[in-house]
T-cell receptor, first 113, second 115 residues
């Protein structure tokens, strides 16, 4: 049974720091891995989707990597800003298709000015 | 602008009452989803629909019902059988079929509380 774990649960850093968020999964036969951001009291925003054949995806200051063999993905945020403060969630599809996702509990990030 | 609209933003339910949460999308997406989010728990799938007039139960469907009469709309009814309905409810949609690598898009949620 696929399980998704995110460590740490919470992180507080000073502005300008580069940081890494971790996501691990137990079954390496994933279709893709997705990273989302959630601001307090809001819905989720898709950040990056890494297909199973890819090793990484980049969008602006964000870079997500995928290592299926070790069951890990990392989200790297460069030069963090207070506006990056949010909860970051990762998710993988279940059972070989993209219909339903299994979600991690998220990492709550605070970037302090 | 295309997107997903959930209404109302806040909703209060009395004991024994059914309430309906609205979800409308103008993204022309085929698939739509309802999730429940509770503090300290991951997102849990309530119902999903891949096409009009078809929907499947998710992991926690008991006490909930849905309909999908139009592509754009996927309302969720929280029935009186749902004994612990207080939560944040999120609607999402996605384009493509089961094998397309497209992410889900989310509305801004409805927070449901018990009076």
């Amino acid at each position: 049974k696929q399980e998704v774990t995110q460590i740490p649960a919470a992180l507080s850093v000073p502005e300008g720091e580069n940081l890494v968020l971790n996501c691990s999964f137990t079954d390496s036969a994933i279709y893709n891995l997705q990273w989302f951001r959630q601001d307090p009291g809001k819905g989720l925003t898709s950040l990056l989707l890494i297909q199973s054949s890819q090793r990484e995806q980049t969008s602006g200051r964000l870079n997500a990597s995928l290592d299926k063999s070790s069951g890990r993905s990392t989200l790297y945020i460069a030069a963090s800003q207070p506006g990056d403060s949010a909860t970051y969630l990762c998710a993988v599809p279940r059972a070989g298709n993209n219909r339903k996702l299994i979600w991690g509990l998220g990492t709550s990030l605070a970037v302090n000015p | 602008d295309g997107g997903i609209t959930q209404s109302p933003k806040y909703l209060f339910r009395k004991e024994g009452q059914n309430v309906t949460l609205s979800c409308e999308q103008n993204l022309n997406h085929d698939a739509m989803y309802w999730y429940r989010q509770d503090p300290g728990q991951g997102l849990r799938l309530i119902y999903y629909s891949q096409i009009v007039n078809d929907f499947q139960k998710g992991d926690i469907a008991e006490g909930y019902s849905v309909s999908r009469e139009k592509k754009e709309s996927f309302p969720l009814t929280v029935t009186s059988a749902q004994k612990n309905p207080t939560a944040f409810y999120l609607c999402a949609s996605r384009t493509g079929d089961d094998y397309s690598n497209q992410p889900q898009h989310f509305g801004d949620g409805t927070r449901l509380s018990i009076l």
